[in-house]
């Protein structure tokens, strides 16, 4: 069960999610939606300890600067792409080493945001 205002009216969506299907009931009409969920292989950017924007967008927020420690699943970057805000995330605990944009830039889909150098884990 969804509730939503929009332009002053409230909805309300009745919806069943299985695995990554959302099927959305409103009104007697049916909405099928695939959810997307953001994965981060470790080949993709835990080894290499970098983020790439994952669309055209542009940069609204840069939550970290160089020299900062973060740690996994924190926000770093915030994009906006067709009308919708996306949390780039640390994929694993690091420093941010390098970034490569600003506030406002324009970037596009695969440029490179910014860099962590990725803390390795101790072994006992």
């Not at 609204?60 to 906006?80: F, H, N, P, R, S």
């Not at 506030?103 to 596009?108: L, M, S």
């Given at each position: 069960?969804?509730?939503?205002?929009?332009?002053?009216?409230?909805?309300?969506?009745?919806?069943?999610?299985?695995?990554?299907?959302?099927?959305?009931?409103?009104?007697?009409?049916?909405?099928?939606?695939?959810?997307?969920?953001?994965?981060?292989?470790?080949?993709?950017?835990?080894?290499?300890?970098?983020?790439?924007?994952?669309?055209?967008?542009?940069?609204?927020?840069?939550?970290?600067?160089?020299?900062?420690?973060?740690?996994?699943?924190?926000?770093?970057?915030?994009?906006?792409?067709?009308?919708?805000?996306?949390?780039?995330?640390?994929?694993?605990?690091g420093v941010v080493s390098?970034?490569?944009?600003?506030?406002?830039?324009?970037?596009?889909?695969?440029?490179?945001?910014?860099?962590?150098?990725?803390?390795?884990?101790?072994?006992?």
């Open positions: 069960y969804l509730q939503a205002v929009i332009n002053g009216h409230r909805l309300s969506v009745h919806g069943n999610l299985h695995d990554d299907q959302l099927v959305l009931f409103y009104e007697g009409d049916t909405f099928s939606c695939t959810v997307y969920r953001e994965t981060f292989g470790t080949q993709d950017l835990a080894a290499e300890g970098s983020l790439k924007a994952p669309m055209n967008g542009a940069v609204v927020a840069i939550m970290v600067a160089a020299g900062d420690t973060v740690t996994a699943g924190q926000t770093l970057v915030i994009m906006e792409a067709m009308k919708m805000e996306h949390a780039i995330k640390a994929p694993a605990d390098e970034l490569f944009f600003a506030e406002g830039d324009q970037v596009a889909e695969g440029n490179e945001l910014l860099a962590i150098d990725v803390t390795e884990e101790e072994t006992t």
